[in-house]
Structures are given as structure tokens and as C-alpha cells.
């Protein structure tokens, strides 16, 4: 069982940065695809970026050209990077874990079904 916590989330201005970051604990030699989402209370989730163990990552239209996912093998974290942020980005942030859902359903942004293991969340609010 792989347990994700997010941290980084907080409040900002339009057009500004924020990163998040995602640290793994637990059985994270099993975790091949890594997650973001995001929820904005009663509106359905939203994948928004992916990466898998070999570095390769996929977006969300929303976010392309704007937020950046990326991998610390070493510290077993990844980290989302947000920039020009958008109010329509305030949301609440989830990190995700495959622990191998990800061989069956692939690892993006909206392959929700390959996730197993879920964080807490962090807010994020840009106005």
C-alpha cells in the first residue's frame, strides 16, 4: 500500500506560481504512474497531469503549457509545478498512486481507474 501526502497548496494571484509536491510513503516500488487532480466542491474531478516511472508525462488540456509534472525517484516525490495560474484552477489538489493499475488503464490525467491510492489534498485558490 503506497500512502501519498501533498503539501505546497495556498493562496495566490492570477498569473502567479505555486508548486506542490507529493511524497510517497509505503510500498512505492509498485507505483508506475503518479497523478494529479483536481475537485472543485459539487463539480465532478478532474485529472490534470500524469507521469510514469520512465519520466514520460501527459496534461490535461487546461493545464498544457502552463503547469509542469515531474519526478524525484530519490525522494520518491513529484512535484506540480503551476504556472499562470488561472481562478479557474482554484481547486482542491489530489495526488494519486497506481501501485500497477497503470499497466492495465495507462497512466494520464484521464485514466482515473488506474489509481489506487489517494492523498488527503491540498487547496489551492487563485483570485
Known amino acids: 500500500h503506497v500512502q501519498p501526502v501533498e503539501s505546497g497548496g495556498g493562496s495566490v494571484q492570477a498569473g502567479g506560481s505555486l508548486r506542490l509536491s507529493c511524497v510517497a510513503s509505503?510500498?512505492?516500488?509498485?507505483?508506475?504512474?503518479t497523478g494529479w487532480f483536481r475537485q472543485v466542491p459539487g463539480k465532478k474531478r478532474e485529472g490534470v497531469a500524469a507521469i510514469d516511472s520512465d519520466g514520460s508525462t501527459r496534461y490535461a488540456d487546461s493545464v498544457k503549457g502552463r503547469f509542469t509534472i515531474s519526478l524525484d525517484n530519490a525522494k520518491s516525490t513529484v512535484y506540480l509545478q503551476m504556472d499562470s495560474l488561472k481562478p479557474e484552477d482554484t481547486a482542491v489538489y489530489y495526488c494519486?498512486?497506481?501501485?500497477?493499475?497503470?499497466?492495465?488503464w495507462g497512466c494520464g490525467p484521464d485514466t482515473v481507474n488506474a489509481f489506487s491510492d489517494w492523498g488527503q489534498g491540498t487547496q489551492v485558490t487563485v483570485s
Open positions: 494519486a498512486a497506481d501501485e500497477g493499475g497503470s499497466i492495465r
Open positions: 509505503g510500498s512505492t516500488d509498485s507505483t508506475y504512474c
